[in-house]
């Protein structure tokens, strides 16, 4: 089930043209088969995973997507961009940017048996990066397909802008506070604030390592964890540049074509 649900939403990806829904009997009915789903989807783009992404990290999010909580996807390295690149917006239905804080793992997280806590949590990250997250459904009407065919589409990844390790000390900053601000150069912005996701990135961390955790996954040393977006996101069109001002982090950029 798993590879004919998995090549029927690479194709939607790869072509740019969205479904409608899985077949019946290729729709998942629970977290399990629609993380096989998307670790196979993952597989098919023969693409490295360059981390994970939380979905709905906000009552507006989740409002958004049609779930009732957070959501976990894989990032694919292929599908990633350094600061100032170029992102083609396709068909990209969506069509939205946000800013979101981004953590690197130090160290392999296997399965528990036991929830990780925030200040646990805080002590297994190496790096802070900021990030740019372009989501996308490959399904025509996202709101309306339910939390596992979501998760089963990868809990809408699509792009990432992804900086350098930020050389600030952010271990001592309180994330819950930090303001950030997205805009394009259209004078179109939207104004955030950490608090904004899940309460605190940090417990967003915390809730992806769990996640993955009682889902028995492993969270690999070296990857990124792209917390959710701190801001409503921003609608994106061609020829735009976006811009994420995270005050004293610092800004990235993206160009959209």
């Known amino acids: 089930m798993s590879m004919k649900a998995a090549e029927i939403i ?10 409608n829904t899985l077949p019946i009997e290729l729709i998942p009915h629970n977290k399990t088969e629609a993380y096989e789903i998307q670790e196979t989807l993952q597989a098919l783009s023969n693409s490295e995973i360059a981390g994970w992404k939380i979905a709905a990290t906000s009552l507006d999010g989740q409002r958004h997507i ?9 990032i694919l390295k292929d599908k990633t961009f350094k600061p100032n690149d170029i992102a083609v917006l396709g068909n990209n239905k969506m069509a939205v940017a946000e800013p979101e804080f981004a953590f690197k793992i130090a160290k392999n997280l296997e399965p528990k048996n036991y929830l990780y806590s925030p200040d646990e949590v805080i002590g297994l990250v190496e790096d802070l990066h900021l990030a740019i997250e372009l989501p996308d459904s490959r399904f025509e009407d996202f709101s309306k397909v339910g939390e596992f065919n979501l998760i089963a589409d990868n809990a809408c990844a699509h792009q990432f802008v992804i900086s350098s390790p930020i050389k600030h000390n ?3 900053l309180d994330f819950s506070k930090h303001k950030v601000r997205i805009f394009n150069d259209n004078n179109l912005s939207h ?10 990135p940090i ?26 977006t701190c801001a409503l996101p921003l609608p994106i069109e061609q020829g735009n540049k976006i ?9 990235i950029d993206i160009n959209i074509e």
Request: charge should be positive.
């Open 170 to 172: 952010w271990q001592t």
């Open 191 to 200: 104004d955030g604030i950490g608090a904004n996701v899940l309460g605190d």
């Open 10 to 19: 690479w194709n939607s990806w790869k072509n740019g043209k969205k479904i």
């Open 66 to 74: 049609g779930v009732n909580g957070p959501l976990a996807g894989r």
């Open 203 to 228: 417990i967003a961390l915390t809730w992806l390592i769990n996640e993955l955790s009682q889902n028995n996954i492993t969270l690999h040393k070296g990857m990124i964890v792209s917390t959710g």
């Open 243 to 251: 811009t994420a001002d995270f005050g004293i982090l610092g800004l």
